[in-house]
């Protein structure tokens, strides 16, 4: 289970948010929305234990995350709105070396089995990245969760970039994963497509506006 209790945010000098408590249970998923720079990717971050919020805490398992941090990360897959991958490398280099950061050591057919569930196919996924479209780099990064056991996702903008043949591969991933009883957080601009698209979004329990 994840929880906040009186989390805070601040940016410069402005207060963005207050006594934020969130509570999010195993088979939950967690819609965060809010105008541009209303502190939805800072939260993420704060949930992910990557940015420590200005009062408050963030509880894993009934456990303060900075006070157990390494367990922490080990139940946790975080993708950031910024596509991480280095562009000199190919797709199937780009994943593999994400895969490592968390403990990971998938074989070659492993990795190109992932890429190829997100339609990276044939030479594409040996070409070097910086070569690839916004929308394909969003799948090398999100083919992480094909091969994620991790309990909890952190999502930030996870449908930027995506057409709808990748929209509908993100939610097939996240419908898999919640009916695993494993818990996802995530932002999106595309609100209302969103919700149809993931009936478990359907109701405000599951919606958090900041």
Same mark, same amino acid.
């Given at each position: 289970?994840?929880?906040?209790?009186?989390?805070?945010?601040?940016?410069?000098?402005?207060?963005?948010?207050?006594?934020?408590?969130?509570?999010?249970?195993?088979?939950?998923?967690?819609?965060?929305?809010?105008? @541009?720079?209303?502190?939805?990717?800072?939260?993420?971050?704060?949930?992910?234990?990557?940015?420590?919020?200005?009062?408050?805490?963030?509880?894993?398992?009934?456990?303060?995350?900075?006070?157990?941090?390494?367990?922490?990360?080990?139940?946790?897959?975080?993708?950031?709105?910024?596509?991480?991958?280095?562009?000199?490398?190919?797709?199937?280099?780009?994943?593999?070396?994400?895969?490592?950061?968390?403990?990971?050591?998938?074989?070659?057919?492993?990795?190109?089995?992932?890429?190829?569930?997100?339609?990276?196919?044939?030479?594409?996924?040996?070409?070097? *990245?910086?070569?690839?479209?916004?929308?394909?780099?969003?799948?090398?990064?999100?083919?992480?969760?094909?091969?994620?056991?991790?309990?909890?996702?952190?999502?930030?903008?996870?449908? @930027?970039?995506?057409?709808?043949?990748?929209? @509908?591969?993100?939610?097939?991933?996240?419908?898999?994963?919640?009916?695993?009883?494993?818990? *996802?957080?995530? *932002?999106?601009?595309?609100?209302? @497509?969103?919700?149809?698209?993931?009936?478990?979004?359907?109701?405000?329990?599951?919606?958090?506006?900041?």
């Amino acid at each position: 289970m994840l929880n906040t209790h009186e989390i805070s945010c601040k940016r410069g000098r402005h207060l963005l948010w207050q006594n934020l408590n969130i509570t999010l249970a195993p088979g939950e998923v967690l819609l965060v929305k809010g105008a @541009n720079g209303s502190g939805k990717s800072s939260l993420l971050r704060m949930l992910a234990g990557l940015l420590l919020p200005l009062s408050g805490t963030v509880s894993w398992k009934s456990q303060a995350i900075q006070q157990h941090r390494y367990e922490y990360q080990a139940d946790l897959l975080y993708i950031g709105h910024q596509v991480p991958l280095k562009l000199e490398l190919s797709a199937i280099e780009n994943l593999s070396s994400l895969l490592q950061l968390h403990g990971y050591a998938p074989s070659s057919s492993e990795i190109q089995q992932a890429l190829a569930t997100w339609m990276i196919l044939g030479n594409t996924m040996h070409l070097p *990245t910086k070569q690839l479209s916004q929308g394909q780099k969003q799948r090398v990064a999100l083919a992480q969760l094909t091969l994620s056991s991790q309990a909890l996702w952190i999502l930030d903008e996870p449908f @930027n970039g995506l057409d709808t043949q990748g929209s @509908n591969i993100l939610k097939d991933h996240l419908e898999q994963h919640q009916s695993a009883q494993k818990l *996802t957080v995530l *932002t999106s601009h595309l609100h209302e @497509n969103l919700q149809s698209l993931l009936p478990s979004l359907s109701t405000q329990e599951n919606i958090l506006q900041l």
